[in-house]
């Protein structure tokens, strides 16, 4: 997985509880970006990284913050989980911005209860 | 409407055959083109990667990118059960962000 790693893997949790989720990257690269898959939506972008402390919001960004205070750590927090946010979320890193190859990690299940 | 379309399927083909896989897109502004393959629960690979129009081969995987009528298609030839996965095709302006399509779900019967 392209030295990328996710932390936890699988996490279960209750609504209203906030949550963090790590991605940690020993590749050097400049963007980071965390997405999340659903059945019937594919992959969605949340946020992504575009240096260190520099980021933006993707296309379902409602909910969730991020941030990166490192270039191999990016975070994202779900302040407040609600069910809806169950999912299976990925990190990916890239040093390509303009073409966009990305390689992603293996993934954290989360549950939402 | 999405910006790209892509059938979930799912596919079932017999090990051997020839499997054509696609989506279409809307915006004219994309000039970048990739395929995913994403074993169950693990997270999605790159498989192929081409920038405008034409073809790019690899080994048994071809891609094709056809920007005039806004399709793109990725053929595996010879398909082994090892290639039963979920396919997702993405795509990029160049500003950092790939949009991606639904997947397609894929089974090589032996």
């Known amino acids: 997985d392209a030295g990328i790693t996710q932390s936890p893997r699988h996490k279960v949790t209750e609504t209203g509880t906030p949550v963090t989720l790590r991605c940690h990257q020993t590749?050097?690269?400049?963007?980071m970006y965390w997405y999340r898959q659903d059945p019937g939506h594919g992959l969605r972008l949340i946020h992504y990284s575009y240096g260190v402390k520099d980021t933006d919001k993707g296309e379902v960004s409602d909910g969730y913050s991020v941030s990166r205070s490192k270039t191999e750590d990016f975070l994202l927090t779900l302040e407040s989980a609600t069910s809806s946010q169950t999912s299976v979320y990925f990190c990916?890193?890239?040093?390509?911005?303009?073409?966009?190859?990305?390689?992603f990690g293996p993934g954290t299940r989360l549950t939402v209860l | 409407q999405k910006e790209v379309e892509q059938d979930p399927g799912p596919l079932s083909v017999p090990e051997g055959a020839i499997v054509s896989l696609n989506c279409t897109y809307s915006?004219?502004?994309?000039?970048?083109f990739m395929w995913y393959r994403q074993y169950s629960r693990k997270g999605p690979e790159l498989l192929m990667y081409t920038y405008s129009s034409g073809n790019k081969e690899d080994g048994r995987f071809t891609a094709q990118v056809d920007k005039s009528s806004k399709y793109i298609s990725l053929f595996i030839r010879d398909s082994q059960p090892s290639d039963s996965a979920t396919y997702l095709c993405?795509?990029?302006?160049?500003?950092?962000?790939?949009?991606f399509g639904q997947g397609t779900r894929l089974t090589i019967n032996p």
């Open positions: 990916a890193i890239s040093d390509r911005g303009l073409d966009n190859e990305q390689f």
């Open positions: 590749e050097n690269h400049r963007y």
């Open positions: 993405a795509m990029s302006k160049g500003a950092q962000k790939l949009v």
């Open positions: 915006n004219s502004a994309f000039q970048y």
